[in-house]
Structure formats: C-alpha cells, structure tokens
C-alpha cells in the first residue's frame, strides 16, 4: 500500500495551536491565549481552539494563514494493493475539503513535560470532498474504471489527534519536533458519487455509484487505514513546518 497527498495550506485541526503560542501583539482580536501554569490550561486551550476556528477559515493574514474552508487540496493518492476486497488505484486531484469551519473541539489534553498532545473533535456538519478523480481497479471483485469529477460526503461523528514532540535546542531555543502523528476518524455514513465512470457509460456509471454506496461500510472498512495514513503525513508535515519556525515557549506561554 501506497500512499501520497500534497496540500497547498494548514488544516484547521493542527494549525490552530499556533494562535494560542503566538506573542500577544500579533493575536487578533477576539483570539485567547493561554497559560501552562494556568490550572485549567487544556480547558483554555479548548475554548481558544473553538474561538479560533471561523477567524482561521477565513483566514488570519497577520498570523500568514489562508483561508482553510474550503481546504485545497492538490493532489492525494491511494494505492490499495492486490490481495484486498477493494483493489484500486484512485487519484484525486484540485479537490476541495469543504465544512471543517463547523468543527467543534470536544477536548485538548497537552502534557508539556512529555511533550504530547491529544485533540478530540466533534463534526457536526458532512464533510465534502469535491473536484477531479482517476480510478482503476476493482471492488468487492467488481470492476471500476473512471476520470472526471466526483463528490464524497462523509459523516464524520469524532475525529481524535495524537503527537509526540521531541524537544530540540537550536541556537539557544527550543523547538518542537514531531516523532508521531496520528489522525483517527470514526465515519457513520459515506456517500460517494463518480461521473464519467467507463469511459462516460451512463447505464454502467449509475449502476457503479449504487453498488459503491450499497456497500460503502465494506468500502470504507478497507480504504479508512490508508486514508488515515494519508492525512497523518499531511498533518505532520504542515504541523512541523510551523513548529521548525516557532520556539515552544513562543507557542505555549509559561
């Protein structure tokens, strides 16, 4: 199994931390900052994430972040591998991951001694992925052949965020490196609709979306490990090149 994902800007779920670590004169209004000797210090993160989370789906010029709903993303690829009920190759690209502005932070946990962090969110909205797809292979021993645009909705009812940093001092600071990322998600309900299935084959393309949403568990059940994979990469790599450019008492006050 291989897979691959390229994304031109930050997910609200990890690039949200930065607004709670920046200085004060660079925060903007309406934004919290929260405290480590603070006793309720994952409580106040939790209401700064939740505070953060429409400024920075519009974006926040001042803190250099782009508007993350709708979220672009170039290109992501998923390679599942002979020997699997879903045997494909599918591509997606200029795809846009729209409704993370609905997030709800249900709880943050970090521990600034070990230097880990847990993030719980809640997804009251469908998550949409819309733009361009290549698909080849097979599902449930079902051929499937297609180019051209295509729309999954998802139902998403918890979505849970671990890191591991390791500390590292460079010119006297330190900063945080990412060792693990995990992204875990838990779907109720996964709508998926290809056009232009068998070369634009109208008959065999409706026929195609019914079997694929007909058995959409046993489709998910197979493609959920890789697509998890996938955003954990994507996560890590945005998340660490924020943490390669702020040092950790910058992020988190004292």
Not at 38 to 64: M, R
Not at 79 to 90: A, C, T
Request: aromatic share 8%; net charge negative.
């Amino acid at each position: 199994m291989s897979t691959k994902l390229f994304i031109l800007c930050g997910l609200v779920l990890t690039t949200i931390i930065t607004v709670e670590g920046a200085p004060s004169s660079n925060l903007p209004k309406g934004f919290i900052q929260c405290k480590k000797s603070d006793p309720k210090f994952n409580e106040c993160l939790k209401d700064g994430l939740q505070s953060a989370i429409p400024h920075l789906a519009e974006g926040v010029p001042s803190l250099g972040l782009i508007k993350v709903d709708p979220l672009r993303i170039i290109e992501l690829k998923i390679n599942q591998e002979s020997g699997h009920p879903v045997n494909l190759d599918l591509k997606f690209n200029d795809v846009d991951l729209i409704n993370l502005k609905h997030s709800q932070i249900k709880s943050v946990y970090y521990d600034s001694v070990n230097y880990n962090a847990k993030i719980e969110v809640l997804l009251p909205e469908s998550l949409l992925l819309e733009g361009n797809y290549e698909v080849n292979g097979n599902v449930l021993v079902v051929p499937i052949k297609g180019k051209g645009k295509c729309k999954l909705v998802t139902d998403i009812s918890n979505a849970v965020i671990n890191v591991q940093f390791k500390p590292v001092v460079k010119n006297g600071n330190t900063f945080l490196d990412i060792n693990n990322f995990t992204f875990e998600f838990t779907a109720t309900k996964l709508h998926l609709k290809f056009d232009n299935l068998f070369n634009g084959d109208k008959a065999l393309g409706d026929n195609m979306n019914v079997f694929l949403n007909e058995n959409w568990r046993d489709i998910l059940k197979e493609l959920q490990p890789s697509v998890e994979q996938v955003l954990s990469m994507a996560f890590k790599e945005i998340s660490q090149h924020f943490f390669n450019s702020i040092p950790e008492n910058e992020i988190f006050l004292p």
